[in-house]
C-alpha cells in the first residue's frame, strides 16, 4: 500500500509539471502567433488596408442606409447614391484646393529661407557651443585624431540619394488615396447587401445563446463605430470652420486651407494638433514681423484644439465611449508606425472594434477593463 501511494503522488506531481510546461508552451505558442499577424499584416499593406477601410466606412454608412430603406429607398440605390456623393463631393473639395495648396507648396523655400534668417542668431549660437566641443574633443585626442585624419584620406565616401520628406509624404498620401478609392468601391458592395453578412454570422453558431451574442457583438460594434465616426466628422468639420474663421480674422494667409487641414488632421488624435500647430507656426513666420505677432496664430490654432479635445469630444463621445487616453495614445503611435497615416487614423476604431468584442466576452473581459476609461462597463454573459 505505501509503494503504491508513494508512486500515485510522484504522478500526480509529474502531470502537474507537465500541464504547467503545456501551459506555459501556450503562451509562446500565442505571442508568437500575435507577432506573426502583425508582421503578416504589415507585409500585406497594400492589400489589407483598403478592406479595413472599406469595412470602417460601411460600418458608418449602414445606419443611414437602413433610414433611407425606412423612407422606402432601396439598399442598393442607396449605397450606390451615398457612395457616389461621397466620392464626387471629396474629389470636388480637392479640386478647389488644388490651387490654394500647391501656392502653399511653393512657399516651402521662402519658409526654409525666412525661419533661416530670423533664428540666425540662435544658430550662432548652437554653432559657437558646437566648435567649442569640437576643439576640446581635439585637444583630448590629440595624436590620435591626427593619425584618423591621415586614415581617412583613404576611405570614400558613398552619398545615398534618398527622396525627400516632401515627396516621401506626396507618395504617402497618393497611396493613401488609392486605397481609399478601393475602400469606397468595397463599401458600396457591403452597404449594398444589407444584413446578409449579419445573418450568416449568426447561421454559423450552432446555439440560440451563441447566436444571441454574436448579433449583439455585431451591433455593438457597428452602434459604437458609427456614432463614434459620425460625431468626430461633426466635431471636426465645426473645428475646421472655428480655425477657418479665426486665422482668416488674423489675416493668416490660406486660411480657408487651414480650416480644411484642420479638419483632416484632428481624426489623428494627438498627433493632428501636433502637425497642424507646428505647420501653421512655420507660415507664420514669414507672415508676421514680431514675435507676438509670429505667436498668435499658432496659439489660437492650439487653444481651439485644445478646447475640442479636452472638452468637447470627451463631453458627445464619451457619454457613448469610454476609452482610456493612454490606450488611444499607445495604438495610434503602434498604428501610424505599422501603416502610417492611413494606420494612425484606423488606430481608434479598431480600438473600439477591439474593446466591444472584450466586453461581450467574459474571458477577454480584463482587456476590455483596461481599454475603458474611469467608468468601465460590466462584463456581459
Not at 470652420?241 to 489675416?251: N, Q, T, V
Request: one cysteine or more.
Amino acid at each position: 500500500m505505501q509503494d503504491e501511494a508513494g508512486s500515485v503522488a510522484p504522478t500526480k506531481e509529474l502531470a502537474q509539471e507537465r500541464l504547467k510546461v503545456l501551459q506555459r508552451m501556450e503562451y509562446l505558442l500565442g505571442g508568437l502567433l500575435i507577432l506573426l499577424f502583425f508582421w503578416s499584416i504589415s507585409l500585406a499593406k497594400d492589400v489589407v488596408l483598403p478592406i479595413v477601410l472599406g469595412f470602417l466606412i460601411a460600418l458608418t454608412l449602414s445606419p443611414l442606409v437602413r433610414w433611407l430603406y425606412k423612407l422606402g429607398v432601396p439598399t442598393g440605390i442607396a449605397a450606390v447614391a451615398l457612395i457616389a456623393t461621397i466620392g464626387m463631393s471629396s474629389s470636388f473639395g480637392l479640386y478647389l484646393l488644388s490651387g490654394p495648396a500647391a501656392s502653399l507648396v511653393e512657399t516651402l523655400p521662402e519658409v526654409r529661407a525666412e525661419a533661416e534668417h530670423k533664428l540666425s542668431a540662435v544658430r550662432q549660437k548652437v554653432q559657437q557651443v558646437q566648435q567649442a566641443e569640437k576643439e576640446m574633443q581635439e585637444l583630448a585626442q590629440g595624436e590620435n585624431e591626427t593619425a584618423g585624419e591621415d586614415d581617412e584620406g583613404d576611405v570614400t565616401r558613398v552619398l545615398v540619394d534618398e527622396p525627400g520628406m516632401l515627396e516621401t509624404a506626396l507618395a504617402s498620401f497618393a497611396g493613401t488615396g488609392s486605397a481609399l478609392i478601393i475602400a469606397l468601391i468595397l463599401a458600396m458592395f457591403l452597404l449594398a447587401s444589407g444584413d446578409m453578412f449579419q445573418t450568416k454570422l449568426v447561421q454559423s453558431f450552432p446555439k440560440f445563446s451563441d447566436k444571441k451574442r454574436a448579433i449583439r457583438v455585431a451591433n455593438d460594434i457597428e452602434r459604437q463605430i458609427s456614432r463614434y465616426l459620425g460625431a468626430i466628422t461633426v466635431i471636426n468639420a465645426c473645428l475646421g470652420l472655428a480655425i477657418g474663421i479665426s486665422l482668416y480674422a488674423l489675416d493668416m494667409p490660406y486660411a480657408h486651407v487651414w480650416g480644411v487641414a484642420a479638419f483632416l488632421l484632428n481624426y489623428l488624435p494627438y498627433l493632428g494638433a501636433m502637425l497642424g500647430v507646428v505647420a501653421v507656426a512655420a507660415v507664420s513666420l514669414i507672415t508676421y514681423d514680431t514675435v507676438g505677432q509670429m505667436l498668435i496664430p499658432p496659439g489660437v490654432y492650439l487653444l481651439l484644439t485644445s478646447i475640442e479635445g479636452q472638452m468637447v469630444t470627451p463631453w458627445l463621445v464619451g457619454r457613448h465611449l469610454s476609452l482610456n487616453a493612454a490606450a488611444v495614445f499607445v495604438a495610434v503611435i503602434f498604428w501610424a508606425w505599422l501603416w502610417g497615416v492611413a494606420g494612425a487614423l484606423m488606430a481608434v476604431p479598431f480600438l473600439v472594434f477591439v474593446k466591444v468584442v472584450c466586453d461581450n466576452l467574459p474571458g477577454l473581459g480584463f482587456i476590455g477593463n483596461f481599454l475603458s476609461g474611469a467608468d468601465p462597463p460590466p462584463i456581459r454573459d
